[in-house]
């Protein structure tokens, strides 16, 4: 790594080294869920403590793999976390468990295979030529709002050919507000906090879900009243799957739930993750210029197609690393069925599993110098365990949106590097977590024409 590259550190979550009494532990979990990972969860293979029920965080690749595959059953969605989620996504594919997940992910998995993401990749390219030219009046930007506009559109035009239907302002300032309180007020309920302690995001998670869900269920309303041949896009997938068991087909519920899902996830992690990659950039000059200069040879002057990102290998490393380091989803939760052990722990009945995927992608044991910004990690060739690099989990629940999400990032990233570049301004985004891993107050960047 240059000295260059050195002199930057990241920003990163502040670490507690000393335990936290149950009020910090509830203050904390409201402010930013990163700060409940304790300090040996980065030095140790799993932690375990008791805020009255035991729980364990794991920061291990043979640990996941047990919990993500090996073991699966036996750790099925936490149901804290699923109850906090049902009133959004209901039992939608990312909740539900056994059968109800099953057949669901059938359903939906055509959607996503190869062939036809590449055959969305005309719709990434026009989003990222219009973001070229919003950005082009130049000064200081907060670049997530601007990545959140761009991934919006994508997603609209996968989910339900278009947009009419919403109000793009509308509906992102409903999530925001939705993962602002309805993420705060879960970890109190994980953690026990009694009832007692206040949750007043509970209102306004509620109203900011019927907002969203009166969106959805006009667009897919619109939809069943078009004569027209299906858009074959993720909504006719939907309308026409069929459990292949029972013959069960999706209510209207299940329809706004799924949809609902995937408008949120579909958009809102990508867009971190290339606000997350332009913040890594703007501050190590010497790897926007290597990027830059890998965009400028493939693309000359044009917008990115899926056909350019194979030719592109640096911008890929530069998206990895940046998941890395800021993992759209830092944590996640498992219930515990059965006794288990995990890195020679036992795991009792009804424990929870903390699966804290920022740690381990931070753990001191598995990278070297972890804090750094080096996308000569994810370098072509380098050999790492599976389990130790999980942005997007693994196993049969691994994100059924990976390779959409890379090919949105990489058309978006190397379009954008190409044509600006982007140097840091105040105020220093700090990373917070509440259900997705945001930059605070957002990443603001001053974007210039490059020479
Ligand atoms: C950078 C972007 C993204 C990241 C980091 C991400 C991350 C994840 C992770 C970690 C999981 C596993 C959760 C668990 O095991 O509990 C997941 C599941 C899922 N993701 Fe993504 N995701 C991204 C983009 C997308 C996109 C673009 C879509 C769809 C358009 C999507 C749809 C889903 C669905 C439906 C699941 C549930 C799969 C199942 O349970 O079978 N995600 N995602």
Redesign the pocket.
């Known amino acids: 790594m240059s000295e260059a590259a050195q002199a930057f550190i990241p920003a990163a979550a502040p670490v507690h080294k000393r335990r936290l009494s149950r009020l910090e532990i509830a203050l904390a979990a409201r402010r930013n869920v990163l700060e409940l990972i304790p300090a040996i969860s980065y030095r140790q293979p799993i932690v375990t403590g008791e805020v009255l029920r035991r729980w364990h965080m794991l920061a291990d690749p043979a640990g996941y793999k047990r919990v993500?595959l090996d073991n699966l059953a036996n750790y099925p969605?936490s149901e804290i976390m699923r109850r906090m989620l049902r009133p959004a996504i209901g039992e939608s594919?990312?909740n539900?468990d056994g059968p109800e997940?099953k057949w669901?992910?059938q359903a939906?998995a055509p959607v996503?295979t190869h062939r036809n993401v590449v055959a969305l990749a005309p719709a990434m390219s026009a989003t990222a030529a219009r973001a070229v030219q919003r950005l082009s009046s130049g000064g200081r930007t907060e670049l997530v709002a601007e990545m959140l506009t761009a991934t919006f559109d994508v997603?609209c035009d996968?989910?339900l050919s278009g947009r009419e239907h919403f109000d793009a302002n509308a509906f992102s300032h409903a999530i925001t507000r939705y993962f602002q309180t309805a993420g705060r007020t879960s970890l109190l309920d994980f953690l026990g906090v009694p009832e007692w302690f206040p949750r007043p995001g509970e209102l306004i998670a509620g109203a900011a879900v019927r907002t969203m869900h009166g969106m959805v269920a006009q667009a897919i309303d619109a939809r069943r009243a078009q004569t027209a041949s299906p858009a074959d896009d993720?909504l006719d997938h939907m309308l026409a799957a069929q459990d292949p068991e029972t013959g069960r087909r999706m209510s209207p519920e299940d329809l706004i739930y799924n949809m609902q899902?995937?408008i949120v996830?579909?958009?809102e992690?990508?867009a971190?993750?290339i606000s997350w990659a332009l913040y890594l950039l703007a501050n190590s000059p010497e790897h926007q210029d290597r990027a830059r200069a890998e965009a400028r040879a493939q693309l000359n002057g044009k917008v990115a197609q899926a056909g350019d990102l194979d030719a592109m290998p640096f911008i890929n490393q530069v998206l990895e690393e940046a998941?890395r380091l800021y993992?759209?989803?830092g944590l996640?939760a498992?219930h515990v069925v059965a006794r288990d052990e995990l890195c020679g722990r036992t795991i009792n009945p009804n424990d929870i599993l903390f699966?804290p995927?920022w740690a381990l992608h931070r753990h001191e044991l598995l990278w070297e110098h972890p804090e750094m910004f080096d996308p000569g990690r994810f370098a072509p060739g380098t050999v790492r365990d599976r389990y130790q690099y999980?942005?997007?989990?693994?196993?049969?629940?691994?994100?059924?949106?990976?390779n959409?999400?890379?090919m949105?990032?990489g058309i978006i990233l190397a379009t954008l590097i190409q044509n600006f570049r982007f140097r840091p301004a105040q105020p220093q985004p700090k990373p917070v977590m509440t259900m997705t891993v945001r930059p605070d107050p957002g990443i603001f960047l001053m974007v210039e024409r490059p020479d």
């Open positions: 993500m969605k594919l990312f539900a997940w669901q992910r939906v996503f997603i996968v989910a993720l899902f995937f996830a579909g958009h992690t990508t971190l993750a998941m993992p759209p989803v996640l498992r699966l995927i999980l942005p997007f989990g693994a196993g049969p629940r691994v994100c059924v949106g990976a959409f999400a890379m949105q990032a």
